[in-house]
């Protein structure tokens, strides 16, 4: 099996429906209404209406134990599937909704993450993200609080939601204020909106990776500028077909981005509501053993986990 490391996974976007219903059933909740299809599938059928089917999902989420309990299951599963290496997105908001606390939350999720590393090697870490669409003064609190509790499991700041909501220029005192406490920084740019999107991250953004980014594609000087600085594309090929990006996979980007020279890897963005896992990415690309393990080395290069960790990933997953 070749080995696999993963960027780009949204904690809440990771829970099966199966394992919704398992959370649903102990907390004591009905499934909410409107998420499930008659097939047992999450009901969507846009990028909005999937973002609104996102934050249901979410509702099944109420104890630390659950948050706990989902990031053991993502780790577990992409172990089975190859994966040495996982930085998940994990918002606050969620967790602070239910009146929990920051600390309480992190020891949740680092209970998680030292349960698969115990049962299968595998290395997690946090990426904690903040959502576009709530604006930036609820992104600057929330690197505010990140800074002062830091958690050695939480190595970066993102942020997802809606990319046609504001500019990344309205999030630069967070970016920057988590980035000057050493936090590596992402940010969704180029999904759903086009190039500009992503030259407006660059520039405003102290950012050495993007989520998405594939619309760069439609912008031959951004590739350029993109494989210039060295910046890495968490690419998603199955979530972009799912929402429609582009039709298919043949018609997918990813060979156009590497073929410019951009640094680009594999991820599964929300795999059950893209019919899609880590696993899947990797065998779907449509390229060779030795690229995929290029593409592995790639995201372990560019995580954000320290450089001792980082350093004994790449000897583990070998050339
Ligand atoms: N949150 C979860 N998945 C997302 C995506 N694909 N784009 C933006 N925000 C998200
Ligand atoms: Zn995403």
Redesign the pocket.
Known sequence: MIPKAELHC?L??SIPPALAHTLAARNGLAMPPGLMSEGGHYVWND?LS??KA?DLVCTTLRTPRDFGDVIYSYLAGAARQGAVYVEM?CSPERPAALGLSYGQWLEALEEGIERARREFGIEGRIIV?C??HLGPERALRMVQKMVAEPHRYVVGFG?????AKFAPADFAPAYRLAHEHGYGCTV?AG??VGPESVWAAIRDLPVTRI??GVRSADDPRLMEELARRGTVLEV?PG?NVA?GLYPDRASHPLHRLIAAGVRVTLNS??PP??NTSLGEEYDKAGLGEAELRGIARTAIEASFADEATRRRLLGEIGQ
């Open positions: 949204h809440e976007g990028f999937f973002l996102y997105f993200i959502i576009r942020m997802g939601g809606d990319e969704h999904e759903v989520g998405h998603c979530s929402l963005d929300d509501f893209f």
